[in-house]
């Protein structure tokens, strides 16, 4: 289970960096799986336990979370690697979040923002992260979907995200290197292309097996099909009056931790997973999230969740005292709304992302191809009254909006 470099000798100096201890001796490594079957496509997630002395002569039980890239020859990892997803990781955790965290930290807006890095080893493809769990951070339910106070929460940690990010664009702008301008659809990167194709006609199989969807929007998704990569596009581009950010890239429940309180209710959170990251505009990730991981009724006072984000992010870049072009709301909610293409190209993966079924795949490819698998598997995930209603409530707004016709 221990990948065979990961030694106590290999481990050692690098604890001793990050507990800025030159005594530490590491006693004893052993390990677990940290995530079961199908909850992460694009990597191997590991829980290390390690028992190390400290120069005081104290013991310390601690664990970490290694965290490797898909082995070259697995089917979904030719994707992966195309669009720099591990190189991306390991910069964000290696030189991004501990910048993020400096410049956070120096505008007075303290809170953990991610588990920290304690190693970034890019021979191996591999990282070693703090784990979260002693902390007491968890995931919130993906299936039943984040109620307000936690919308809310998650909302003012992407502002805080935002906010640290121009700034860093602003002071260090070598460090958004080119991976950084990559996402989903990159008009010069193909891998995804085939992807939401077969997502999309996944959707449209759906579409076509419920008669009142059918009747309603059957023939303008048919024709939509093939332009479905270029408005995903057009949505990710920006402009000269556009805000432009760091986004998180793939802010959905499973990507979010919270810390509750004693009487149940969260009081603060975190993001995991970067390797998305991407600069655009902030309320790519506004569309994703909301799509992806809010309750009905939480989704519906979308016009709430969005002055919400503009006012944190806003209020976050005045103690940085940002000079910069900055949007009014009204400029802000253009910038989302010319955006709105986005929450249909996030719904492709909401089927599975609240998926509760005893249908269960490890492989990345089942989400679109049409292989047997494939197609049980999607089968499987679109069988859902959730699902159906969340649809129907999304085709309804967008086709009162014109974004169902060809553009």
């Known amino acids: 289970m221990l990948p065979t470099w990961l030694t106590a000798e290999y481990l050692q100096p690098r604890l001793r960096a990050y507990c800025q201890d030159d005594w530490l001796q ?43 890239a898909l082995s070259a020859d697995v089917p979904q990892a030719e994707v992966f690697f195309e669009y720099d997803l591990y190189t991306r990781e390991m910069d964000m955790y290696e ?67 935002h906010a640290a990010s121009i700034v860093l664009q602003e002071r260090h702008p070598n460090l958004l290197t080119k991976c950084f301008f990559t996402h989903f659809f990159s008009r010069d990167k193909k891998a995804y292309s085939e ?17 009142n969807l059918k009747a309603a929007y059957g023939d303008k998704l048919h024709k939509l099909r093939t332009h479905i990569m270029e408005y995903g596009a057009r949505a990710y581009d920006v402009g000269e009056s556009d805000l432009k950010t760091l986004n998180h890239g793939d802010c ?23 390797q998305f990251s991407n600069c655009t505009s902030p309320t790519i990730d506004l569309h994703y999230f909301f799509t992806t991981s809010l309750r009905e009724e939480v989704r519906d006072k979308e016009t709430e969740l969005v002055e919400h984000h503009y006012k944190a992010l806003k209020a976050n870049l005045e103690k940085f005292s940002f000079k910069g072009s900055f949007p009014t709301l009204q400029e802000y909610e253009l910038q989302f709304e010319r955006r709105r293409f986005m929450s249909l190209l996030a719904h492709m993966f909401k089927p599975c992302m609240i998926y509760n079924g005893s249908e269960e795949t490890s492989d990345f490819s089942s989400l679109y191809t049409d292989s047997p698998e494939g197609l049980r598997y999607q089968e499987s995930v679109y069988a859902s009254e959730a699902v159906i209603r969340s649809a129907t409530k999304l085709l309804a707004i967008l086709d009162a909006k014109g974004l169902l016709d060809l553009q």
Do not use: C
Request: net charge neutral; hydrophobic share 45%.
């Open 26 to 68: 590491v006693l004893r490594i052993w390990a677990k799986p940290a995530t079961g079957k199908g909850e992460n496509f694009a990597g191997v997630m590991t829980r290390i336990y390690v028992d190390y002395q400290l120069g005081d002569g104290s013991v310390v039980n601690k664990t970490y979370i290694v965290k490797q």
């Open 195 to 211: 992807v939401f194709a077969g997502l999309f006609r996944a959707f449209l199989r759906f579409i076509d097996g419920q008669p």
């Open 95 to 161: 030189f991004i979040l501990p910048k993020l965290k400096e410049l956070l930290q120096e505008a007075g807006l303290d809170g953990k923002l991610t588990a920290d890095a304690i190693a970034a080893d890019r021979e191996y493809n591999t990282m070693i992260l703090e784990d979260l769990a002693p902390y007491k951070f968890v995931n919130a339910d993906r299936v039943k979907q984040l109620d307000m106070a936690h919308t809310k929460l998650t909302l003012d940690m992407l502002a805080k995200f």
């Open 252 to 274: 959905w429940t499973t990507n979010i931790m919270f810390q509750y309180d004693d009487a149940g209710e969260p009081r603060s959170v975190v993001a995991i997973d970067f």
